[in-house]
């Protein structure tokens, strides 16, 4: 047993077969663009912020993600050496820019986990927390200083990772390591937006756990029959096609639009009498 998941053994044949015929991550990856309505998704935030409370783009299209994957729990499954695994928690992985002190522009990496019960209000607020708890040019998180730490001993690096991903292999590395590292994660997000860039089909890592990869892209316009309905954001979303059927990811894709369309339903005690 790993210590971040749970070998699934009652899979139908084809389905625990199709991750020893495409054993790595990049042979089994399709990827799909979901274009999303911005101007909907900009008026609720803007009616949360005249109620004292901030979102953003980024926490509303997180909190859709996983309410849906709570209704489609499989995609929160993940494939380590041809076997297939229920993970045990649900992780998401993002990227945040920061200046250092001399100007330069830095990227640092963050994970943060999110439970059945957290609404779009809390995961905004864990959200803001990880990025409060970083954004300071001198502050470095643990995975920053364990990686500058490998990276200052020549030759240690490839001796480092080499370790981690047979130990990860075989269900040996320690959960500390899973949880330094933003690879191993149920979900990684990446936002282009912010610095007004298209989006892109981003590759799931052969390293780690990461079964989905979103990246958010700029709002462009929307034009139908010459006349302007919306802004749209693009989402670029790479899939392991391995963790779970199409019909499965089908579903999936309908929750996922579902709470975009309506993201109130990511409120607490939505349709509560």
């Known amino acids: 047993m790993r210590p971040d998941g749970t070998r699934v053994k009652d899979l139908p044949p084809l389905v625990a077969a199709v991750p020893y015929i495409m054993p790595k991550r990049y042979d089994a990856q399709n990827t799909i663009t979901e274009n999303i309505d911005s101007d909907l998704i900009k008026a609720y935030i803007r009616e949360k912020r005249r109620l004292?409370?901030?979102?953003?783009?980024?926490?509303?299209?997180?909190?859709?993600?996983?309410?849906?994957?709570?209704e489609n729990p499989k995609l929160n499954y993940f494939v380590m050496n041809s076997k297939i695994y229920k993970r045990n928690h649900f992780a998401v992985s993002f990227v945040i820019m920061k200046k250092l002190a001399d100007g330069r522009p830095s990227e640092t990496t963050l994970k943060i986990y999110l439970e059945p019960d957290d609404t779009v209000f809390r995961v905004s607020e864990k959200i803001q927390a990880a990025i409060d708890a970083n954004a300071a040019t001198e502050q470095s998180n643990s995975t920053d200083r364990f990686a500058r730490r490998m990276f200052s001993i020549p030759g240690l690096p490839k001796f480092v990772v080499w370790v981690a991903y047979h130990l990860d292999k075989h269900g040996l590395l320690p959960r500390k390591i899973i949880d330094l590292s933003p690879f191993h994660t149920s979900m990684f997000i990446t936002n282009l937006a912010s610095i007004k860039t298209s989006y892109i089909h981003h590759h799931c890592y052969e390293f780690g756990t990461t079964s989905v990869f979103v990246c958010m892209g700029k709002p462009v316009p929307n034009y139908m029959n010459g006349e302007y309905k919306s802004k749209i954001m693009p989402l670029g979303i790479v899939m392991d096609e391995r963790i779970c059927t199409g019909y499965e990811y089908a579903a999936f894709c309908n929750d996922f639009r579902k709470y975009?369309?309506?993201?109130?339903?990511?409120?607490?005690?939505?349709g509560a009498e």
């Open 52 to 70: 004292g409370v901030r979102l953003n783009h980024m926490a509303v299209i997180i909190s859709a993600y996983y309410k849906a994957v709570l």
């Open 260 to 270: 975009l369309r309506q993201p109130e339903m990511l409120e607490p005690c939505f």
